[in-house]
């Protein structure tokens, strides 16, 4: 069982959480704008690197919040946790 250290409420299961994705993908300026393709590659298209990638999680039976950990898709270790709106660790990640 994977242990997720929300930083709210301290270390807790992976049942008590729901997973959001690849973290820090940026709206589009004006979604109107965009061709069909760009607005398919922007929902459905991201990154699946053998390695680190930052992701979203939500607490959703804890505290409720939302927040980004840096996680090796290869092992699953955890290698860092921040709240929203904080500056991404210097490690791992790709966007």
């Given amino acids: 069982m994977l242990l997720i ?19 820090h993908v940026a709206y589009p ?29 939500a607490h959703s039976t804890g505290c409720r919040r939302w927040f980004n950990v840096v996680r090796d898709t290869a092992t699953y270790e955890i290698q860092a946790v921040y709240r929203m709106g904080e500056t991404a660790p210097q490690n791992g990640g790709v966007r």
Wanted: charge should be negative.
């Fill in 5 to 23: 250290e929300c930083p709210y409420c301290g270390p807790r299961n992976e049942t008590e959480y729901h997973y959001g994705g690849e973290a």
């Fill in 29 to 57: 300026e004006d979604p109107s704008a965009l061709s069909d393709k760009e607005w398919a590659e922007y929902l459905f298209y991201r990154n699946n690197p053998k390695g680190l990638l930052k992701e979203r999680w």
